[in-house]
Nanobody, 110 residues
């Protein structure tokens, strides 16, 4: 199983980014996926998840600003992040089951 994240970068507060997680080696449409993030000196926290049937859940602090989605035809999960804040700065990881991606850095400047 391989999960490859992309789409991170440096953005000003109020800006947007879209993260992608391309999955291989699994039956994609049978799995749920989760985005986590880890800021320096802090523990990893769940940001959002999407189940195989499309049900979603969000961390309170990102609800209404972030949207998780999936494209089963492309074996890819997305995290659309709008109205970004400096406190969203972290390494963002894609996860399914026991498998993790390498992470992508998101930096939001004030």
């Amino acid at each position: 199983v391989q999960l490859v994240e992309s789409g991170g970068g440096l953005v000003q507060a109020g800006g947007s980014l879209r993260l992608s997680c391309a999955a291989s080696g699994i039956v994609f449409n049978a799995n749920g996926f989760t985005w986590y993030r880890q800021a320096p000196g802090k523990s990893r926290e769940l940001v959002a998840y999407i189940l195989s049937g499309g049900t979603t859940h969000y961390l309170d602090s990102v609800n209404g600003r972030f949207t998780i989605s999936r494209d089963n035809a492309k074996n890819t999960v997305y995290l659309q992040m709008n109205s970004l804040k400096p406190e969203d700065t972290a390494v963002y990881f894609c996860n399914t089951g026991e498998w993790w991606g390498q992470g992508t850095q998101v930096t939001v400047s004030s």
